[in-house]
């Protein structure tokens, strides 16, 4: 079974502080993406990356960083965390060509930034 | 006109009930669709996964592609409380693996 765990369900920051969202991957996936979900909205591509080292900018990538030194982790990085970014946070990754290369997510980590 | 539009919902049918959720998109590049379920404070995952047009059945599901139309839906069969959830449509044009456009989802109830 492949999973994708990201190490908190749910995290409550102050504003200004500088948050890291952790993610890992145990299928050898090559790629890997972070998402924003909010009601109304649905799911807003952040950050990907296709390869170790190598990023790619979503949808709405502003305050927001990766990092991706390893092929199974990658990080989302809140550089100084605001309300507005408050949010179900969901991590994916995909690789290989059949169906065993769809996405999988992870569970979600729950922010609240106040 | 955005590239993938979902029926907002939310929906709440009977137990029993047939349900027919839809999707239409607008880039006739898209040859991958999927769709995916998720639960109340969990992520999405893979329930349908179809290339190009046709119809693919799973037990009480069936995703139906219409690329003529641009036009996607999954249908239910005999509806289940367990079946609640949010569904979302996604399509890629170059693989299920890569970047995928989603639906916003659309939240399904069924009543027992």
């Known amino acids: 079974d492949v999973k994708v765990t990201q190490s908190s369900r749910y995290l409550v920051k102050r504003t200004g502080e500088k948050v890291f969202l952790e993610c890992v991957q145990d299928?050898?996936?090559?790629?890997m993406f972070w998402y924003r979900q909010d009601p109304g909205l649905g799911l807003r591509l952040i950050y990907f990356?296709?390869?170790?080292?190598?990023?790619e900018k979503g949808d709405i990538p502003e305050g927001y960083s990766v990092s991706r030194e390893k092929k199974e982790r990658f990080s989302l990085i809140l550089e100084s965390a605001s309300t507005n970014q408050t949010s179900m946070y969901l991590c994916?990754?995909?690789?290989?060509?059949?169906?065993?290369?769809?996405?999988?997510f992870g569970s979600g980590t729950r922010l609240t930034v106040v | 006109q955005k590239e993938v539009e979902q029926d907002p919902g939310p929906l709440s049918v009977p137990e029993g009930a047939i349900v027919s959720l839809n999707c239409t998109y607008s880039?006739?590049?898209?040859?991958?669709f999927m769709w995916y379920r998720q639960y109340s404070r969990k992520g999405p995952e893979l329930l349908m996964y179809?290339?190009?047009?046709g119809n693919k059945e799973d037990g009480r599901f069936t995703a139906q592609v219409d690329k003529s139309s641009k036009y996607i839906s999954l249908f239910i069969r005999d509806s289940q409380p367990s079946d609640s959830a949010t569904y979302l449509c996604?399509?890629?044009?170059?693989?299920?693996?890569?970047?995928?456009?989603f639906g916003k989802g659309i939240t399904l109830s069924v009543r027992p």
């Open positions: 994916a990754s995909s690789g290989g060509q059949d169906i065993r290369g769809c996405y999988t």
């Open positions: 299928m050898d996936h090559e790629n």
């Open positions: 990356s296709y390869d170790v080292k190598m990023k």
């Open positions: 880039n006739s590049a898209f040859q991958y």
């Open positions: 179809t290339y190009s047009s």
């Open positions: 996604a399509m890629s044009p170059s693989g299920a693996n890569s970047k995928l456009t």
